[in-house]
């Protein structure tokens, strides 16, 4: 069986799990084993197990080559727990495995995990605030429309826009926004951009929209000083200065400005353990429990970087400023302190790179229900958070320029063409009104059909013009693009009218 690249989407933690009980059910050797005296089909032991396991995930492009040995034992154990294996005697249900040569086989049951599927829907558009809305309000009385007595020229001035010949405008000032509505337009645009750059439908399943703060989002984008760290306005939520002390002094070890140089072996792992021990002890991930799906939802685009570190980028401007401050401080601090030559090693047994993964990823990402994979999913997410931490967790500047021109053009006075009548002195109504048919054919006939007759008796009488050119005029091809068929037809015995007029002017 072929491993599969598990995308963006809903669920993507269940998919995962199942396309890892498949991959291993399809590729663990089963064979006899012997076990006090006796023998057992279609079994495998433990060390094999977390072998075969290890190899696996290592070469799956979901999790890849960083996952431990130690990582994939605890991921066996998870196996028994949920019954995706059973020792030989049939028992399961406690996380007993250990990476030894104790007998195991698969129960014949399926341990494949059960998702709701997602209603097949439209693409969903989150829509934006309408300004040009007027705000609620207790409803207007009916306003009285009056008929508008209009000259030629005046008739001349409405068919002609009507055809597209006079480009007539007005400005139209908008109503003005306030603060609530511009951080609405930043949440708005926001989740829009998102939902785009994950390929997804709607955002529904992997983000409670209601749980993200607008305020948050705008602090974020502007409150930031010349590195792009957030600046907090609330002081009390900053990190404590012994903390910020000890990380300084491991990022630029041996060179400690704010401590005493060490006078013992071991210093600066007890610094470190420090350090650990402080983001260990948070009641919530730095990625806060909200908004785990829609980072392991990103996981899911890491084979096309780009795109991952610009779900990142936006991904992480939702979170409240103090998390993404103190998600800044830490990502930048194992960043560099795995760089660090002269940083002698933190662990015996791992790399220091390795050991940042293991002893922070839990403080940076997890769910609030356990989940199987929880510690392979925020390993694989805090990897890539190390190697691209500059780009992430910067603002993103396409998305500030959209949004920053979108405000500047809804608070600019907009030139709006303007439909017939005008240049009328009363105000349009807000609202349809109802009229009797009675109404509706003396206001066709004092709106059109007087007009024409107007223009057709200014043709007849002025003298500029020749006779030929009048009959010109006269013609029904050209009175076709000043009115409608209807108004034609009903004119046409008074163009008969004037052209027998004309007839007799001119034989006098």
């Not at 190899?55 to 991921?75: A, C, H, I, M, Y």
């Not at 439209?122 to 007027?134: A, L, R, S, Y």
Request: with cysteine.
């Amino acid at each position: 069986m072929e491993p599969r690249l598990v995308g963006p989407g809903p669920y993507r933690a269940t998919r995962l799990w199942n396309e890892i009980i498949e991959l291993f059910r399809a590729g663990m050797p089963l064979r006899k084993h012997r076990c006090r005296f006796k023998s057992y089909e279609r079994c495998f032991k433990a060390s094999e197990a977390v072998e075969c396991l290890h190899e696996l995930l290592g070469s799956n492009q979901n999790f890849g080559p960083e996952v431990t040995r130690d990582q994939t034992v605890k991921l066996l154990k998870k196996f028994l727990k949920n019954h995706v294996i059973e020792d030989i005697k049939g028992r399961w249900g406690k996380e007993d495995f250990e990476d030894d040569g104790r007998l195991y086989r698969f129960p014949p049951s399926s341990p494949l995990k059960s998702y709701p599927k997602k209603p097949s829907c439209g693409k969903e558009v989150i829509k934006f605030p309408d300004w040009n809305e007027p705000r609620a309000g207790p409803s207007q009385e009916p306003i009285p429309v009056k008929s508008i007595a209009m000259n030629s020229e005046m008739w001349y001035k409405r068919h002609s826009i009507a055809i597209g010949e006079v480009p007539a405008c007005k400005l139209v000032f908008r109503r003005e926004l306030t603060q609530t509505n511009i951080e609405e337009i930043w949440k708005s645009m926001t989740l829009s951009r998102l939902q785009k750059v994950l390929g997804l439908d709607s955002l529904d399943e992997v983000l409670d929209a209601k749980l993200v703060n607008s305020k948050h989002i705008v602090q974020n984008v502007y409150n930031v000083n010349k590195q792009g760290i957030v600046t907090l306005e609330d002081k009390s939520k900053e990190l404590p200065h012994w903390i910020l002390s000890a990380m300084k002094c491991l990022v630029n070890w041996p060179s400690c400005s704010d401590l005493k140089q060490p006078t013992y072996s071991g210093f600066e792992r007890d610094v470190f353990k420090t350090i650990v021990d402080y983001f260990s002890q948070m009641k919530e991930p730095l990625l806060t429990f909200n908004f785990f799906d829609i980072f392991v939802s990103v996981l899911g685009l890491l084979q096309k970087p780009s795109k991952a570190v610009e779900a990142l980028q936006i991904s992480c401007l939702l979170l409240p400023p103090e998390n993404r401050k103190r998600l800044q401080l830490l990502v930048r601090m194992m960043a560099r302190i795995s760089l660090n030559q002269d940083l002698p090693r933190l662990s015996e047994s791992v790399r220091t790179r390795t050991l940042m993964v293991q002893a922070f990823s839990r403080c940076i990402l997890c769910s609030k229900d356990e989940i199987d994979l929880d510690e392979l999913l925020a390993a694989k997410l805090v990897s890539f958070l190390m190697d691209n931490y500059q780009e992430i967790l910067n603002v993103p500047s396409a998305l500030k320029s959209s949004i920053e021109d979108h405000v500047v053009h809804l608070q600019r006075v907009q030139i709006k063409h303007a439909g017939a009548d005008s240049d009328a002195t009363l105000p349009p109504p807000s609202f349809c009104h109802q009229i009797t048919p009675g109404e509706f054919e003396y206001q066709r006939a004092s709106g059109s059909q007087e007009p024409l007759a107007a223009l057709l008796e200014e043709i007849v009488m002025n003298k500029e013009i020749s006779v030929k050119d009048k009959k010109k005029k006269l013609n029904f091809r050209n009175l076709t693009l000043k009115c409608t068929e209807y108004d034609f037809l009903a004119l046409k015995p008074k163009r008969c009218y004037f052209l027998k007029k004309l007839n007799r002017n001119h034989q006098y």
